[in-house]
């Protein structure tokens, strides 16, 4: 993976099969959060993750515990309506 820097804009572009896509970065706000956290996001920070559109059911019982995961109910929460 390599950064690249695109000019003068200071846009992070981020190349490379595992990268993150500058435009997703951007979208999500994650150059942000690097700013302000001193941390780069990218697929290494974040060892145990999965993606929720490819991972199999194997996958999501190890990373969660139980998949479907089980649902609990809600508690009671006051709402004032005007």
């Not at 997703?24 to 706000?29: G, Q, S």
């Not at 969660?64 to 995961?69: E, I, S």
């Given at each position: 993976?390599?950064?690249?820097?695109?000019?003068?804009?200071?846009?992070?572009?981020?190349?490379?099969?595992?990268?993150?896509?500058?435009?997703?970065?951007?979208?999500?706000?994650?150059d942000k959060a690097e700013a302000v956290t001193g941390r780069k996001f990218e697929p290494e920070t974040f060892p145990r993750y999965a993606n929720l559109?490819?991972?199999?059911?194997?996958?999501?019982?190890?990373?969660?515990?139980?998949?479907?995961?089980?649902?609990?109910?809600?508690?009671?929460?006051?709402?004032?309506?005007?």
């Amino acid at each position: 993976m390599s950064d690249k820097s695109a000019g003068s804009t200071g846009q992070r572009n981020i190349v490379g099969a595992d990268g993150i896509p500058a435009a997703t970065m951007r979208k999500l706000k994650l150059d942000k959060a690097e700013a302000v956290t001193g941390r780069k996001f990218e697929p290494e920070t974040f060892p145990r993750y999965a993606n929720l559109k490819t991972a199999t059911k194997a996958d999501l019982e190890d990373l969660f515990g139980a998949w479907p995961p089980t649902v609990g109910t809600l508690p009671k929460v006051y709402r004032w309506t005007k």
